[in-house]
Protein backbone atom coordinates (compact mmCIF):
# COMPACT_ATOMS: atom_id res chain seq x y z
CA UNK A 1 0.00 0.00 0.00
CA UNK A 2 0.68 3.62 -0.45
CA UNK A 3 2.93 5.16 2.26
CA UNK A 4 0.91 6.80 4.63
CA UNK A 5 2.07 10.58 5.08
CA UNK A 6 -0.38 12.67 6.58
CA UNK A 7 -1.96 12.18 9.93
CA UNK A 8 -5.39 13.70 12.23
CA UNK A 9 -3.67 14.82 15.63
CA UNK A 10 -6.98 15.08 18.09
CA UNK A 11 -5.44 17.57 20.62
CA UNK A 12 -9.14 19.88 21.61
CA UNK A 13 -10.16 17.66 24.70
CA UNK A 14 -10.72 19.58 27.97
CA UNK A 15 -8.67 17.33 29.89
CA UNK A 16 -10.62 17.93 32.65
CA UNK A 17 -9.47 14.73 34.80
CA UNK A 18 -6.17 16.28 34.85
CA UNK A 19 -7.01 19.29 36.49
CA UNK A 20 -5.51 21.38 37.91
CA UNK A 21 -2.53 20.58 35.55
CA UNK A 22 -4.98 21.66 32.66
CA UNK A 23 -6.39 24.77 34.47
CA UNK A 24 -4.14 27.04 32.26
CA UNK A 25 -2.48 24.49 29.61
CA UNK A 26 -4.22 21.74 27.41
CA UNK A 27 -3.56 18.44 28.10
CA UNK A 28 -1.47 17.94 25.26
CA UNK A 29 0.74 20.14 26.71
CA UNK A 30 1.15 18.32 30.16
CA UNK A 31 4.90 17.39 30.33
CA UNK A 32 6.06 13.37 30.73
CA UNK A 33 9.46 12.59 30.90
CA UNK A 34 10.60 16.58 30.19
CA UNK A 35 8.61 16.95 26.96
CA UNK A 36 4.78 17.70 26.42
CA UNK A 37 2.73 14.80 25.41
CA UNK A 38 2.17 15.98 22.12
CA UNK A 39 6.08 16.29 21.27
CA UNK A 40 5.91 12.46 22.06
CA UNK A 41 3.18 11.81 19.69
CA UNK A 42 4.48 14.05 17.11
CA UNK A 43 8.09 12.45 17.22
CA UNK A 44 6.15 8.95 16.49
CA UNK A 45 4.58 10.35 13.29
CA UNK A 46 7.54 11.75 12.37
CA UNK A 47 9.32 8.33 12.69
CA UNK A 48 6.52 6.73 10.66
CA UNK A 49 7.41 9.21 7.90
CA UNK A 50 4.53 11.79 8.17
CA UNK A 51 4.35 14.32 6.48
CA UNK A 52 1.34 16.51 7.67
CA UNK A 53 -0.13 16.44 10.92
CA UNK A 54 -3.78 18.26 11.01
CA UNK A 55 -4.16 18.89 14.74
CA UNK A 56 -7.48 20.48 16.15
CA UNK A 57 -7.64 22.92 18.29
CA UNK A 58 -10.04 24.22 21.45
CA UNK A 59 -9.25 24.04 24.76
CA UNK A 60 -6.40 26.73 25.40
CA UNK A 61 -5.89 26.87 21.88
CA UNK A 62 -3.64 29.92 21.60
CA UNK A 63 -1.44 27.97 23.87
CA UNK A 64 -1.14 25.04 21.39
CA UNK A 65 -0.60 26.67 18.61
CA UNK A 66 1.99 28.86 19.64
CA UNK A 67 3.87 26.46 20.81
CA UNK A 68 3.40 24.39 17.68
CA UNK A 69 3.95 26.76 15.44
CA UNK A 70 7.75 26.08 16.41
CA UNK A 71 7.93 22.59 15.10
CA UNK A 72 9.16 22.09 11.44
CA UNK A 73 8.79 18.34 11.17
CA UNK A 74 6.24 17.01 10.91
CA UNK A 75 4.12 19.97 9.05
CA UNK A 76 1.62 21.11 11.49
CA UNK A 77 -1.96 22.30 9.90
CA UNK A 78 -4.45 23.17 12.39
CA UNK A 79 -8.23 22.78 12.30
CA UNK A 80 -9.75 25.52 14.38
CA UNK A 81 -12.70 24.51 17.04
CA UNK A 82 -12.31 27.37 19.51
CA UNK A 83 -16.30 27.86 18.42
CA UNK A 84 -17.94 24.47 18.70
CA UNK A 85 -15.65 20.92 20.85
CA UNK A 86 -16.81 18.26 18.06
CA UNK A 87 -15.57 15.56 19.79
CA UNK A 88 -13.02 12.90 18.48
CA UNK A 89 -15.44 11.91 15.23
CA UNK A 90 -16.51 15.42 14.29
CA UNK A 91 -13.47 16.65 14.67
CA UNK A 92 -11.53 14.58 12.25
CA UNK A 93 -15.06 15.03 9.80
CA UNK A 94 -14.30 18.83 10.10
CA UNK A 95 -10.72 18.76 9.15
CA UNK A 96 -11.30 15.92 6.03
CA UNK A 97 -10.65 18.80 3.31
CA UNK A 98 -7.35 19.27 5.28
CA UNK A 99 -6.51 15.59 5.52
CA UNK A 100 -6.41 14.50 1.86
CA UNK A 101 -8.06 11.78 0.00
CA UNK A 102 -5.81 8.96 0.96
CA UNK A 103 -5.90 7.30 4.51
CA UNK A 104 -4.48 8.34 6.89
CA UNK A 105 -3.24 7.92 10.80
CA UNK A 106 -5.56 9.52 13.60
CA UNK A 107 -3.74 9.85 16.76
CA UNK A 108 -4.57 11.29 20.13
CA UNK A 109 -2.45 14.06 21.42
CA UNK A 110 -2.07 12.21 24.68
CA UNK A 111 -1.17 8.92 24.04
CA UNK A 112 2.37 7.77 24.77
CA UNK A 113 4.12 4.21 24.31
CA UNK A 114 7.74 2.93 24.64
CA UNK A 115 8.13 1.16 20.98
CA UNK A 116 9.32 -2.24 21.28
CA UNK A 117 11.31 -4.19 18.36
CA UNK A 118 9.47 -2.88 15.64
CA UNK A 119 7.79 0.65 15.74
CA UNK A 120 3.91 0.38 16.08
CA UNK A 121 3.16 2.86 13.80
CA UNK A 122 4.69 1.52 10.27
CA UNK A 123 3.28 -1.65 11.47
CA UNK A 124 0.14 -0.72 11.88
CA UNK A 125 0.19 0.89 8.33
CA UNK A 126 1.17 -1.64 6.69
CA UNK A 127 -1.00 -4.36 6.60
CA UNK A 128 -3.98 -1.58 6.28
CA UNK A 129 -6.21 -3.32 3.47
CA UNK A 130 -8.92 -0.71 3.11
CA UNK A 131 -10.84 -2.93 0.51
CA UNK A 132 -11.54 -4.81 3.64
CA UNK A 133 -11.21 -2.78 6.34
CA UNK A 134 -12.95 0.49 7.35
CA UNK A 135 -10.54 0.84 10.70
CA UNK A 136 -7.23 -0.48 11.56
CA UNK A 137 -6.79 -0.01 15.60
CA UNK A 138 -3.73 0.07 17.47
CA UNK A 139 -4.24 -1.83 20.81
CA UNK A 140 -2.42 -2.31 24.17
CA UNK A 141 -2.76 -5.82 26.34
CA UNK A 142 -5.22 -4.70 29.38
CA UNK A 143 -2.88 -6.51 31.76
CA UNK A 144 0.68 -4.74 30.84
CA UNK A 145 -0.67 -1.39 29.92
CA UNK A 146 0.96 1.11 32.77
CA UNK A 147 -2.03 3.67 34.30
CA UNK A 148 -4.65 1.92 32.82
CA UNK A 149 -7.16 0.27 35.43
CA UNK A 150 -10.46 -0.57 32.91
CA UNK A 151 -12.20 -3.32 31.76
CA UNK A 152 -10.39 -3.39 28.34
CA UNK A 153 -12.54 -1.98 24.79
CA UNK A 154 -12.48 -5.22 22.28
CA UNK A 155 -11.61 -8.68 21.83
CA UNK A 156 -9.45 -9.98 18.65
CA UNK A 157 -9.64 -13.47 16.86
CA UNK A 158 -6.48 -14.50 14.84
CA UNK A 159 -7.22 -12.67 11.73
CA UNK A 160 -7.33 -9.41 13.71
CA UNK A 161 -10.90 -8.88 13.74
CA UNK A 162 -12.28 -7.27 16.51
CA UNK A 163 -15.20 -7.37 18.59
CA UNK A 164 -16.50 -4.49 20.87
CA UNK A 165 -16.49 -6.29 24.83
CA UNK A 166 -19.86 -7.22 25.75
CA UNK A 167 -21.43 -5.87 28.94
CA UNK A 168 -19.87 -7.24 32.32
CA UNK A 169 -17.28 -8.87 30.36
CA UNK A 170 -13.30 -8.06 30.69
CA UNK A 171 -11.64 -7.55 27.21
CA UNK A 172 -7.80 -8.32 26.69
CA UNK A 173 -6.99 -5.06 24.78
CA UNK A 174 -7.85 -1.49 24.88
CA UNK A 175 -7.71 0.90 22.42
CA UNK A 176 -4.38 2.70 22.55
CA UNK A 177 -5.28 5.56 21.19
CA UNK A 178 -3.91 5.22 17.06
CA UNK A 179 -5.75 4.08 14.10
CA UNK A 180 -5.41 4.27 10.37
CA UNK A 181 -8.54 4.87 8.13
CA UNK A 182 -9.93 6.51 4.96
CA UNK A 183 -12.14 9.84 4.66
CA UNK A 184 -14.61 7.15 2.93
CA UNK A 185 -15.85 6.30 6.50
CA UNK A 186 -17.40 9.48 7.22
CA UNK A 187 -19.61 9.85 3.81
CA UNK A 188 -22.99 9.72 5.51
CA UNK A 189 -21.67 10.93 9.02
CA UNK A 190 -23.35 13.67 10.85
CA UNK A 191 -22.33 17.83 11.08
CA UNK A 192 -21.66 18.44 14.61
CA UNK A 193 -20.39 16.53 17.47
CA UNK A 194 -19.66 12.65 17.35
CA UNK A 195 -17.56 10.39 18.73
CA UNK A 196 -15.70 7.83 16.73
CA UNK A 197 -16.75 4.81 18.83
CA UNK A 198 -19.65 5.07 16.54
CA UNK A 199 -17.59 4.28 13.00
CA UNK A 200 -15.88 1.95 15.29
CA UNK A 201 -19.01 -0.08 16.34
CA UNK A 202 -20.38 0.22 12.31
CA UNK A 203 -17.38 -1.51 11.28
CA UNK A 204 -17.68 -4.02 13.71
CA UNK A 205 -20.67 -4.94 12.81
CA UNK A 206 -19.89 -5.21 9.43
CA UNK A 207 -16.59 -7.44 9.83
CA UNK A 208 -14.07 -4.52 8.87
CA UNK A 209 -13.05 -3.45 12.05
CA UNK A 210 -9.27 -4.86 12.46
CA UNK A 211 -6.46 -4.32 15.25
CA UNK A 212 -2.87 -4.64 15.92
CA UNK A 213 -1.65 -5.81 19.36
CA UNK A 214 1.42 -3.25 19.89
CA UNK A 215 5.16 -3.92 20.76
CA UNK A 216 6.28 -2.50 24.03
CA UNK A 217 4.46 -0.37 26.56
CA UNK A 218 0.97 1.76 25.93
CA UNK A 219 0.98 4.59 29.28
CA UNK A 220 -2.49 6.07 30.11
CA UNK A 221 -1.98 9.17 31.12
CA UNK A 222 -5.49 10.23 32.24
CA UNK A 223 -4.87 11.92 35.52
CA UNK A 224 -1.82 14.02 37.37
CA UNK A 225 -0.89 10.81 39.72
CA UNK A 226 -0.48 8.64 36.26
CA UNK A 227 1.89 11.28 34.89
CA UNK A 228 4.51 9.66 38.01
CA UNK A 229 3.63 6.61 36.63
CA UNK A 230 4.26 7.03 32.95
CA UNK A 231 7.46 8.32 33.64
CA UNK A 232 9.00 5.91 35.95
CA UNK A 233 8.30 3.27 32.98
CA UNK A 234 10.07 5.54 30.71
CA UNK A 235 13.06 5.51 33.56
CA UNK A 236 13.05 1.92 33.81
CA UNK A 237 13.00 1.16 29.41
CA UNK A 238 15.85 3.47 29.39
CA UNK A 239 17.93 1.40 32.36
Do not use: C
Not at 14 to 34: C, F, N, S, Y
Not at 58 to 74: G, I, N
Not at 119 to 124: E, G, I
Not at 201 to 213: D, H, T
Amino acid sequence: MTPIRTAMVLAAGLGQRMRPLTDHIPKPMVEVAGRPLIDHVLDRLEEAGVETAVVNLHWHADVLERYLRTRRHPRIVFSDERGELLETGGGIRKALPLLGEGSFFSINADTIWIEGIKRNLPALAADFDPAAMDLRLLLAPTAESVGYDGRGDFLMDGEGRLTPRPDRLVAPFVYAGAAVMTPAIFADTPRGAFSLNRLFFRAAEAGRLFGLRMEGVWMHVGTPEAVGAAEEAVRRSKD
